[in-house]
């Protein structure tokens, strides 16, 4: 029987060695391309089953209108955010499946080491005893206890953070869309995230509703000295506010490991280059904005998790045309989705 064949696009080191154990028994024939699939690089998956596609790959409807010239029966997102993806397009033409969870705690713990690492200034230290330099001017923090910090966005991720705040003494309050009835979670309405907050940290998907949720408006209701942590998708926050909020000393401090123009610059090496994006580079030279590459999902067991999900979606979607990890747009659950269409999204 022929292989199923999976053109893997956007493919890292970390990814294949993942990806080459999980495929141990060689069950998928896997061609690992550099590049991220784009209008112009669509051409590499002719002759494939499948995509295997991640957070900056931009699957638009000309991309999907081509996919489905060539063929291709499935784009495999190996993540759980599927904003890159015109689902609504794609429906009745493409199936597409993702990896709704791969490791909530690797993202909860980089939102805290993000965190920590920002209100006890270990940036600077770290950089300062390197250079033998071991004075304390300016590095003062502030105490996590007692603080009151808003999660917006209590799925599996939004939950893990909250249990690591309370840890340390922190009053939790949350705001979500659909907010968990009997959860115990203490929900307020936005403005009151806002308004109370000492801390926001994000965990709510990427939608059209809630870009930039984050804004000149917003700001202007937080409190002053608010520390913003992004672990979720860059353009919650409008990056231009972000930086006039920062100027104005409104906010406090942002620990962002996603940037809304981050498919241009994250993950790859542009150190001997001139970066092109001024807000980034200047959201970069402030001392108080600690930006990661949107590497709080970088962990062993998330990659393993990863691998393994995709492969046995692809698996189960050749083997029963359905997949439970299946993105349908007209769907509010996988549950519904399975009642209306007997399995299988259409
Ligand atoms: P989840 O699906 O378990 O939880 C998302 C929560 O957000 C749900 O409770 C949902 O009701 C809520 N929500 C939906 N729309 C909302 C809105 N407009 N306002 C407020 N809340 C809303 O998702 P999970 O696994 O907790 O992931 C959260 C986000 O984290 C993902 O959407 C993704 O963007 C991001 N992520 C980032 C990673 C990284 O490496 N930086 C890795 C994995 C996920």
């Keep these: 029987m022929e292989k199923t064949k999976i053109a893997f696009f956007d493919a890292k080191d970390y990814d294949r060695n ?25 051409k590499l998956a002719d002759g494939y089953d499948v995509v295997c596609v991640f957070v900056n790959d931009d699957i638009n409807r000309r991309v999907i209108d081509r996919l489905c010239a060539m063929g291709v029966k499935l784009i495999a997102l190996r993540c759980a955010g599927y904003n890159n993806v015109d689902v609504e397009y794609a429906y009745g033409k493409i199936h597409v ?32 005893t390197k250079d033998f330099n071991f004075s ?5 923090g502030f105490d996590l206890h007692g603080k009151t910090v808003g999660i917006i966005g209590t799925g599996k991720i939004g939950r893990i953070f909250s249990d690591i705040c309370k840890g340390f003494g922190m009053h939790v309050i949350a705001y979500d869309k659909f907010p968990a009835e009997g959860s115990g979670i203490e ?87 001139i970066v092109d994006d001024d807000t980034l580079a200047r959201l970069i030279s402030m001392p108080n904005v600690i930006v990661s590459s949107h590497q709080a999902f970088l962990t062993e067991e998330a990659l393993s998790n990863i691998a393994d999900t995709t492969l046995d979606n692809v698996k189960e979607f050749f083997s029963t045309q359905y997949s439970k990890n299946e ?19 259409f």
């Design 18 to 42: 993942s990806f080459i154990k999980a495929n141990e028994k060689e069950e998928y024939e896997i061609n690992y391309f550099e590049t991220r699939l784009t209008e112009a690089t669509v």
């Design 136 to 140: 304390l001017n300016g590095l003062t």
């Design 327 to 345: 993105v349908c747009y007209k769907c509010p659950s996988v549950s519904e989705c399975k009642q209306k269409h007997d399995k299988k999204c």
């Design 187 to 273: 929900y307020v309405p936005l403005e009151e995230i806002w308004r109370q907050s000492d801390i926001i940290s994000f965990h709510c998907p990427l939608t059209d509703e809630n870009r930039h949720m984050v804004n000149e408006k917003t700001i202007a209701e937080m409190k002053k000295g608010v520390v913003l942590i992004n672990t979720s998708r860059g353009a919650l926050i409008d990056s231009e506010a972000l930086v006039e909020g920062i100027k104005q000393r409104k906010i406090g401090a942002a620990c962002l490991d996603v940037y809304e123009e981050e498919s241009n610059v994250f993950f790859h090496d542009y150190s001997n280059h």
């Design 97 to 128: 499946v993702r990896v709704p969870a791969y490791s909530p705690y690797a993202v909860a713990e980089h939102a805290m080491a993000l965190l920590l690492t920002s209100v006890r200034r270990i940036h600077k230290a770290y950089i300062r």
